[in-house]
């Protein structure tokens, strides 16, 4: 993670070429007195954070009241903006819709649920507006997707060493017949992430959804570890 707030007067260059050096990269922009209220988070590929609109500075992003924070690692820009006093998540622009759940957007940290709208609605109201949106043919949304190879002996190794325990909770998923594991990419493959022992481990479908939804700094950490050490201890063993 790095911070650009244009200290030295160094001007837009050093952001800019960090935005053309790390496409897939992410961005907090903040002000410079931090205020939590204003932090949102974009994709280094948002026009918005990158190409001047109408201001004739020279140095429009990072000179007139705003810093950019930028990581390959949202769950970075998360906490970056939990430390920094802000009680909710950033606002998530829609640039980052593809790579990050808008539904999380503003949720309180400490939530893993999605965004409920309507959460003082009687069963009977909440009925009565899903018959009204409801849709008996759904529309098609034609998308561009970007699909990943993966192993299957590396998917297939992540759970049997995780023999029926969920890597991040640890809830025992043979005791319970309606419970199974996934497979969980520790570090996101469009994030660069590898396809191999050290990052991937088996999750259940609960945690394998708070981790798409909400993953902070810590757990993978800790998930890392976990998936290095249990390696290690296998080639020991050869």
């Given at each position: 993670m790095i911070v650009f707030e244009?200290?030295?007067n160094e001007g837009d260059v050093p952001y800019l070429n960090w935005?053309?050096?790390?496409?897939?990269g992410f961005v907090l922009q903040t002000s410079k007195k931090l205020d939590p209220e204003y932090m949102n988070l974009h994709s280094a590929k948002c026009k918005m954070i990158s190409k001047p609109t109408n201001s004739t500075k020279?140095?429009?992003?990072?000179?007139?009241?705003?810093?950019k924070i930028?990581?390959?690692?949202?769950?970075?820009?998360?906490?970056?903006?939990?430390n920094h006093g802000r009680a909710h998540r950033?606002?998530?622009?829609?640039?980052?819709?593809?790579?990050?759940?808008?539904?999380?957007?503003e949720l309180p940290y400490g939530t893993n649920s999605e965004r409920d709208t309507s959460p003082n609605l009687s069963l009977h109201e909440l009925s009565k507006r899903a018959i009204f949106s409801g849709q008996s043919s759904p529309t098609k949304e034609l998308s561009p997707v970007t699909r990943f190879s993966r192993s299957n002996d590396v998917l297939t190794y992540a759970k049997a060493v995780a023999d029926g325990v969920c890597s991040l909770c640890g809830r025992n998923t043979e005791l319970d017949p309606m419970q199974f594991l996934d497979c969980h990419h520790i570090v996101f493959l469009r994030n660069g992430g590898a396809d191999t022992r050290e990052n991937v481990v088996a999750v259940c479908p609960n945690c394998h959804r708070k981790l798409h939804i909400a993953p902070d700094l810590e757990t993978v950490e800790n998930l890392t570890l976990l998936a290095k050490t249990r390696a290690e201890k296998l080639d020991k063993l050869r």
């Amino acid at each position: 993670m790095i911070v650009f707030e244009n200290k030295d007067n160094e001007g837009d260059v050093p952001y800019l070429n960090w935005l053309k050096n790390n496409p897939e990269g992410f961005v907090l922009q903040t002000s410079k007195k931090l205020d939590p209220e204003y932090m949102n988070l974009h994709s280094a590929k948002c026009k918005m954070i990158s190409k001047p609109t109408n201001s004739t500075k020279p140095s429009p992003f990072t000179a007139e009241g705003f810093i950019k924070i930028c990581s390959m690692n949202p769950s970075e820009l998360f906490e970056y903006s939990r430390n920094h006093g802000r009680a909710h998540r950033p606002k998530i622009s829609r640039c980052c819709a593809r790579f990050i759940d808008p539904s999380v957007s503003e949720l309180p940290y400490g939530t893993n649920s999605e965004r409920d709208t309507s959460p003082n609605l009687s069963l009977h109201e909440l009925s009565k507006r899903a018959i009204f949106s409801g849709q008996s043919s759904p529309t098609k949304e034609l998308s561009p997707v970007t699909r990943f190879s993966r192993s299957n002996d590396v998917l297939t190794y992540a759970k049997a060493v995780a023999d029926g325990v969920c890597s991040l909770c640890g809830r025992n998923t043979e005791l319970d017949p309606m419970q199974f594991l996934d497979c969980h990419h520790i570090v996101f493959l469009r994030n660069g992430g590898a396809d191999t022992r050290e990052n991937v481990v088996a999750v259940c479908p609960n945690c394998h959804r708070k981790l798409h939804i909400a993953p902070d700094l810590e757990t993978v950490e800790n998930l890392t570890l976990l998936a290095k050490t249990r390696a290690e201890k296998l080639d020991k063993l050869r």
